[in-house]
């Protein structure tokens, strides 16, 4: 039995679509009593000390690091305190919210955050207008910018961000930057999109701050000429979606690059990197780290450092350290960021899906108990690191592993979307199992471009998994090669979820057609990756649905 699995969110219906913007309710404030002018003050007033506090705490890099090294739990409160302030605030300040606390609560006012009804796309972006979920319903200022997210799980939908929040969000970039990749000569060499996505100008022009900056975009000859051009007497850093930076390092491999004469760094996001890609990538980076966003929210809600990267390690090889802090049948394996819940503060739900608010008052449309749709839990560093301790070899190798990124700010690990499953024989096949699957160990690897999963339905009406490879731009491999490679990329997914699935081990065991897993090797840009986010290498999208071409 096979199927693709869709998550509901809240009361919302899946089939649902978001209305035409000139569909969108578009609530005005109105005028406000005498009790809600003085409680907006207040509320005000209070919102923008926390936010000045918080902005004075990271006005320089240096100084935005000496927080993170030093957050203490009591700080926890005051951020959940902020978070409630934000949402009552914007229940008098923000026409959209006003109106939508009214539709899901009639007069029922919230006393604490948990009352205060949980934000989506659909039932909040997709309903509203982009003024009417301002600040006071006025959209039009200067500085304002407008981002548009990549469109990768359906229409694409608009993001705008006021000044002081684009500096606020500069500000903790270059901080993070300059703790995880120190160097007296940085460099960086910005391979996001620069089109009209978050990501890649916010990326740039952060980066500024601390840098010398190309933004090339996702282009490999310009990136490989800039390396060549400029030599190897700075430290760079290339960010740039996971794919993305496998197919610079094939790239630079096939022409003979001369990468030990060279110090180059990765920074990552857009989406979960595994284990196997990092350690394929680190065959030629010094390092490469990831971060967590989302064009919903914000860039840089999270982010990796030494002890996050070999704490997910661990976890993947010490079953004790796993169960205290994943639980007992937790199988999957998620990334792990720092994050700062004075600035984000996140929450989840009984549903074990992340809700985040951004506390800061400076965010032109307030994001409050946003559910982007990622299942995650979160624990205090200083629980982690107590359980840790509790093992001397274990602790002795984590205090290696932190070196001098040493942060003590709460820990976010993230197992990514559910929407991106296929159960098969009673065990969920995640994308992130698949390319551990594709590249550990593979001598193969080099001439995989991207993969997606896909169904594909039998003569007796079984269906079985598909993973559908689609090569390298230039590789050229005959007949018997690509069965060489399929053989592989297949034994090494079969013998992956065998060993981090009882559920799908269990099945091998009990049912030997369970092992009837596909692949299909593609040429560049044929088969399903023809149609896939319209021909775009820069961001995969790993679920097919329906039978591949």
């Known amino acids: 039995m096979v199927a693709i699995t869709e998550r509901r969110t809240g009361q919302e219906t899946p089939s649902a679509s978001a209305p035409e913007p000139w569909q969108r309710t578009a609530p005005r404030l109105g005028p406000l009593t005498p009790r809600e002018r003085w409680r907006r003050a207040r509320l005000q007033a209070y919102s923008w000390l926390l936010t000045g506090v918080y902005r004075g705490a990271s006005i320089h890099p240096a100084v935005w690091r000496f927080v993170a090294r030093c957050y203490h739990p009591a700080f926890d409160r005051l951020a959940a305190r902020h978070a409630r302030v934000a949402c009552e605030f914007a229940a008098v300040d923000v026409p959209a919210y006003r109106d939508f606390l009214r539709r899901r609560l009639g007069g029922t006012r919230p006393r604490r955050l948990a009352d205060f009804p949980e934000m989506t796309k659909l039932g909040y972006v997709g309903v509203y207008d982009e003024a009417s979920r301002c600040q006071e319903g006025r959209l039009h200022r200067a500085g304002v910018v407008v981002d548009e997210s990549s469109g990768s799980t359906g229409r694409p939908y608009n993001w705008v961000r006021g000044p002081r929040e684009l500096k606020g969000i500069y500000r903790n970039a270059a901080g993070y930057i300059q703790l995880v990749f120190p160097g007296d000569r940085l460099f960086v060499i910005n391979g996001y999109s620069m089109g009209a996505w978050a990501t890649g100008t916010t990326t740039g022009t952060a980066m500024a701050r601390i840098a010398m900056v190309k933004n ?95 704490l997910r390690r661990r976890l993947a090889t010490d079953a004790g350290l796993r169960r205290e802090l994943l639980g007992e049948d937790e199988q999957r394996l998620p990334m792990i960021f720092h994050y700062n819940p004075l600035e984000t503060y996140l929450e989840v739900n009984e549903r074990g899906e992340l809700l985040c608010t951004i506390n800061s008052k400076t965010c032109l449309q307030p ?31 984590c205090r290696r592993a932190m070196a001098g ?34 590249y550990e160990g593979n001598p193969y690897a080099a001439h995989i471009a991207r993969f997606c999963m896909s169904l594909e339905e039998q ?44 559920d799908f081990a269990a099945s091998l065991k009990e049912d030997p057609s369970a092992g009837d897993l596909r692949v299909r090797v593609h040429a560049a840009g044929e088969g399903p990756f023809a149609a896939l986010a319209g021909g775009s290498r820069i961001k995969n999208t790993y679920l097919v649905k329906g039978r591949a071409a």
């Open 405 to 438: 990124e040493r942060m003590s700010l709460p820990l976010l690990f993230l197992f990514g979307r559910a929407d991106s499953t296929v159960s098969y024989m009673g065990a969920n096949l995640y994308p992130q199992d698949v390319e551990y699957g594709l």
């Open 459 to 502: 003569p007796d009406l079984e269906a079985r998994p598909v993973v559908n490879i689609e090569l390298r731009d230039g590789a050229r491999l005959d007949e018997p090669a690509v069965r060489l490679l399929a053989d592989t990329c297949r034994r090494g997914v079969l013998d992956h979820l065998a060993s981090v699935s009882r």
């Open 216 to 310: 090339t975009g996702p282009d490999l000859e310009k990136i490989v000429d800039t390396l060549r051009h400029f030599g190897p007497g700075y430290d760079y850093v290339i960010t740039a979606y996971p794919p993305f930076l496998k197919h610079l390092q094939d790239r630079l491999d096939a022409i003979g690059f001369p990468w030990e004469r060279y110090r180059i760094r990765g920074m990552v996001g857009g989406e979960a990197m595994t284990e196997a890609l990092r350690a394929y990538l680190e065959r030629r980076f010094e390092e490469v780290r990831s971060a967590y966003g989302a064009s919903d929210l914000t860039i840089g809600m999270g982010a990796e450092t030494g002890f996050t990267v070999w």
């Open 367 to 397: 994001k409050l108990r946003y559910n982007v749709g990622d299942e995650a839990l979160l624990h205090s560093y200083a629980k982690v690191k107590e359980i840790v301790r509790r093992d001397p070899e274990r602790w002795a190798e």
